[in-house]
C-alpha cells in the first residue's frame, strides 16, 4: 500500500518551498530594505543637524539640542530593545503552544517530539540571549557616548567657541545615530534568525505528520494482513472439517 497524496514527496516538497520563499522575503524586508532607509535617514539628519547649528547663533540652544538629541537617541535604542526581546517571546509562546498540541495529539512520538523540543528550546534560548545582551551592549554604549558628549559640550562651552560646538554635535549625532543603525541591524538579524527556527519548526511538523501517516498506514497494512490469514485458516478448517 502507499501512502496518501498528503504525505506524498511532491506536497512536501511544496510545503518546504513554500516555506523557504516566506523566509527570503522575510529576510528581504527586515535586513535590504530597511539597510537603504537607514542610511537615508542618517544622510538627512545629519544635514539638518548642521543647516540648524549652523544658524543657530546661541550657545544655550545649542545646548538644548545637544539634551534633546541625547534624549531621543537613547529612547529609540530603548524602544528598539524591548520590541525585539518582546518579538522573541511571542516566538517562544507560539513555539511551546505548537509542541504541547504535537505532544497530545501525536501520542505515538513522544520522544520524537521531545528531542526535536529539546532542540528548539535551546536554539530559542540562545537566540534570547543573544538579543538581550546586544540590547544591554547598546544601551550602555549610549549612556556612555552621552556622558562624553556632555563633557565635550561642557569644554566648548567655557571657550565659547560656537563653531566647535556645531562641530561636536555633528559629531555626537553621526556616531550616535551608527550605533542605532548597528543595534538595529543586529536585532534585524535576530529576527532573521527566529524565521529559520520557524522554518526549522514547520520541516519538523511535516516530518512528524509523515512517521504518524506511515504508522498508521503500516498498522492498517499489519492489520489486512492479520485479516485475511484469518479468514484463510478459517476456511481451510471449515472445508476439512466439511470433507472428514
Known amino acids: 500500500m502507499g501512502l496518501p497524496n498528503k504525505a506524498s514527496p511532491t506536497g512536501i516538497q511544496r510545503l518546504i518551498a513554500a516555506a523557504t520563499t516566506e523566509a527570503v522575503v522575510a529576510v528581504v524586508k527586515v535586513v535590504v530594505l530597511p539597510v537603504d532607509a537607514l542610511e537615508v535617514v542618517v544622510v538627512v539628519v545629519v544635514v539638518v543637524v548642521v543647516v540648524v547649528l549652523v544658524v543657530v547663533e546661541n550657545v544655550g540652544v545649542v545646548t538644548a539640542k545637544v539634551e534633546a538629541t541625547v534624549i531621543e537617541v537613547v529612547t529609540i535604542v530603548i524602544v528598539v530593545g524591548v520590541v525585539g ?3 522573541v517571546v511571542v516566538v517562544v509562546v507560539v513555539v511551546v503552544v505548537v509542541v504541547v498540541v504535537v505532544v497530545v495529539v501525536v501520542e505515538n512520538v513522544v520522544e520524537v517530539v521531545t528531542v526535536v523540543v529539546a532542540a528548539v528550546v535551546v536554539v530559542v534560548v540562545v537566540v534570547v540571549v543573544v538579543v538581550v545582551v546586544v540590547v544591554v551592549v547598546v ?5 556612555v557616548l552621552v556622558v562624553i558628549i556632555m ?3 561642557l569644554v566648548v562651552l567655557e571657550c565659547s567657541a560656537l563653531v566647535v ?3 561636536v554635535e555633528i559629531v555626537a549625532v553621526v556616531v ?3 550605533v542605532v543603525v548597528a543595534a538595529v541591524k543586529v536585532v534585524a538579524a ?5 524565521e529559520v527556527v520557524k522554518i526549522v519548526i514547520v520541516v519538523v511538523v511535516i516530518a512528524i505528520v509523515i512517521v504518524v501517516v506511515v504508522i498508521v498506514v503500516v498498522a492498517a497494512a499489519a492489520a489486512v494482513v492479520v485479516v485475511v490469514v484469518v479468514v484463510v485458516v478459517v476456511v481451510v478448517l471449515i472445508r476439512n ?4
Open 190 to 194: 535576530a529576527v532573521v534568525v527566529v
Open 85 to 87: 526581546v518582546t518579538v
Open 241 to 244: 472439517f466439511l470433507k472428514n
Open 151 to 153: 563633557s565635550i559640550v
Open 139 to 143: 544601551v550602555v554604549a549610549s549612556v
Open 165 to 167: 560646538i556645531v562641530v
Open 176 to 178: 550616535i545615530i551608527a
